[in-house]
C-alpha cells in the first residue's frame, strides 16, 4: 500500500450516475425488506424504477446496476470468505461513512452473502473496477502501481493520481 493515500474527491455536484448508485442501492435495500424477492430480481426493479421516473437513461440505468452487482457481490464474497465485518471489507472507520450510505451497505450484506451464486453468473468483471465508473465506499487499489483511493462514500473512479492507470481492485488485507 502506497504511503501517500489519496483521497477520491467529491466534485460539488455529485454527477448522474452516482445519485442513481445510491437511489438504486436504496430501492435495493427497500424491495429486499418489504418483498419475498432475490438480490438480482430487486436490482432489476431499482433499474426499472430509475428508467421509468426518468433519472437517467436506460443504458445508464444497467451500467449502475452492474456497478450495484459487482460492488455487493465483492463485499458478499468477502464477508463469507474472510468471516470479517463490513469495517474490515471497507478499511477505513465506520464513522467516515455517511450514515445512510452504511445502513444501504450494512442491510443489503448479509442478504448478498445468501445470493453469490447468483450475483457471480450475472456479474461482469468481478473483481475489476475501471475509470469513470460509479464504486461504493472502501479502497480500491491501481492494478499498476499500487496506489490506494479512499472512498468515503459513493463516486467516480479518478485515473490513479500517481501513475494514470484506469483499473483497480478492492483493497486487501
Do not use: N
Not at 440505468?61 to 463485499?75: F, G, I, P, S
Amino acid at each position: 500500500m502506497a504511503e501517500d493515500k489519496h483521497t477520491a474527491r467529491e466534485h460539488p455536484m455529485r454527477d448522474t450516475l452516482t445519485q442513481a448508485y445510491e437511489r438504486m442501492l436504496e430501492r435495493v435495500r427497500h424491495t429486499l425488506e418489504t418483498a419475498e424477492t432475490t438480490l438480482e430480481e430487486a436490482i432489476q426493479q431499482a433499474v426499472h424504477r430509475a428508467e421509468h421516473l426518468g433519472e437517467v437513461t436506460r443504458e445508464e440505468a444497467h451500467e449502475v446496476a452492474d456497478y450495484l452487482r459487482r460492488d455487493l457481490h465483492d463485499m458478499g464474497d468477502y464477508l463469507s470468505a474472510s468471516r470479517r465485518d463490513l469495517r474490515t471489507w471497507l478499511r477505513m472507520d465506520l464513522q467516515l461513512i455517511e450514515a445512510r450510505l452504511l445502513d444501504l451497505l450494512t442491510s443489503v450484506a448479509d442478504r448478498t452473502r445468501l445470493e453469490l451464486a447468483e450475483l457471480e453468473a450475472r456479474a461482469r468483471t468481478v473483481g475489476v473496477w475501471h475509470t469513470g465508473e460509479v464504486a461504493g465506499p472502501g479502497e480500491l487499489t491501481c492494478t499498476q502501481c499500487g496506489e490506494t483511493l479512499h472512498f468515503t462514500r459513493s463516486g467516480r473512479i479518478p485515473p490513479c493520481p500517481r501513475c494514470k492507470a484506469t483499473t483497480f481492485r478492492r483493497a486487501r488485507d
